[in-house]
Structure formats: C-alpha cells, structure tokens
C-alpha cells in the first residue's frame, strides 16, 4: 500500500517574536480532521504559563478505514516547554498504523543547537528549525522544519496566495493565503511538504490547513479560547 505523509502539529519555537500576544493568552486551540469532507478525529492543544515557563501539550488522534480495511490510524501526544520564550525541549510519541514513531529534542548546554533523538533522525540542528505545527504562525517564517513525529529535518518554501474570506461560526474572517512545499522536488510523493493554509493576520491563528494525499485532507479550527 502507497505510504501517507501526515504531519502532525506540535509547537516549536525560538524567539519572543514566535509568539505574538494574543496567542500567549490563549488557553486552547480545538482543531477538527477531516477527510474528504468526513470528520474523522481531532488536534487539541493546551497552553500553561507558570513564571517564565510556557507549554503546549498536543494530542492528535484519527482512523481512516475504507470498506472496512485500515488505511491510517494516527495517536499522538506531544508537549513543549520554552523557558524565557526560548524552546528548551520538545517530546512526541506517535503510534502510526501500530508503529511508534517519536522525537526527544532539547537545547544544547551551550545553547547554541538543538539535539535531536527521533525515530528517523539521530543528531544535531539549527536553531533556525521550527517543529512542524498548525498552531504555531513561525512555520510560515522559516525555510526549514523538523517533523514532530520523527525528528528528521525538511526544507520548505512558503509563498503568500492572497486574501480569503473564511466562514467561521457564522461570521465572515478576513484570512490570508500561503501555500508551503518542499524545496526538494526530487522527494517521493508521500515525503513531501504540499500544504494550503488559511491565517488571520491580527491574531496569528491559523483556521485551516488543507492538502491531498488520498483524498482530500484537512485540520480546521473548531474553537479557540
């Protein structure tokens, strides 16, 4: 059976800028997914704030079954911990279809790189990484992103496709359009970054993410307090 690249959200993050304010004061984000138009799980995040601590904690849970046979079953959990906005580590665990994937990152002592122990990548990376997420707006910023699933480290492009309307518990939100791939084109298909995202700009609250992968995909903003 052809293989599907699902990225996962988590958090990731380096600077005071990665957070703007009103995602700070934020306490939860419910994202919906859905596939071909058919809700079949969720992504849910946590936010705690204690002194200068911060954290995320994420759990990402769906089955996608057709005629009865398994064709992806995802449950994962994941938690961030930044320390005077800065991102000291970084923990995942994912069973994929019955196989555990996961991710161990932490900064290095001389905080000058991120040590990473994943499932499929073993070593160091730049500071300039964020961790693949849809809550997080710096995954839009940057050229370069580990997986939160397994730790290895993708180049990506994102490019600006204009303003859209998003209809949003039956109001009108003003969102702006990026699209995000892979630099390597010379990946095999089901490795390879190909997201449509929705933002709105004033909060930095991304409402949609969509892509294609057999079938048509999507994580959606449900709620947010």
């Not at 995040?45 to 064709?71: A, H, Q, R, S």
């Not at 490019?159 to 969102?175: M, R, S």
Request: hydrophobic share 35%; aromatic share 12%.
């Amino acid at each position: 059976m052809k293989k599907i690249f699902i990225i996962i959200i988590f958090t990731a993050s380096l600077f005071e800028a990665s957070f703007c304010k009103d995602l700070k004061n934020l306490t939860s984000i419910e994202m919906e997914v859905l596939r071909n138009g058919e809700v079949i799980g969720f992504s849910n995040y946590k936010f705690e704030k204690e002194n200068n601590f911060f954290k995320v904690k994420n759990i990402t849970i769906f089955d996608v079954k057709i005629l009865g046979v398994n064709l992806l079953s995802i449950n994962s959990s994941g938690t961030e911990v930044y320390k005077d906005n800065k991102l000291i580590s970084f923990n995942s665990k994912t069973f994929q279809n019955k196989k555990k994937k996961y991710v161990n990152l932490k900064l290095s002592n001389d905080k000058t790189q991120y040590s990473i122990d994943g499932s499929s990548y073993k070593g160091n990376a730049s500071l300039n990484n964020v961790i693949g997420n849809w809550w997080n707006h710096e995954i839009l910023k940057t050229d370069t992103q580990i997986s939160p699933l397994s730790g290895s480290i993708k180049k990506q492009e994102v490019k600006y496709l204009g303003d859209e309307v998003f209809h949003f518990l039956g109001k009108n939100i003003e969102t702006q359009k990026f699209s995000l791939k892979s630099k390597d084109e010379k990946l095999s298909d089901d490795k390879k970054l190909n997201f449509i995202i929705w933002i709105e700009p004033n909060s930095n609250v991304i409402f949609k993410v969509a892509y294609e992968r057999m079938g048509n995909w999507e994580y959606k903003l449900k709620n947010y307090n």
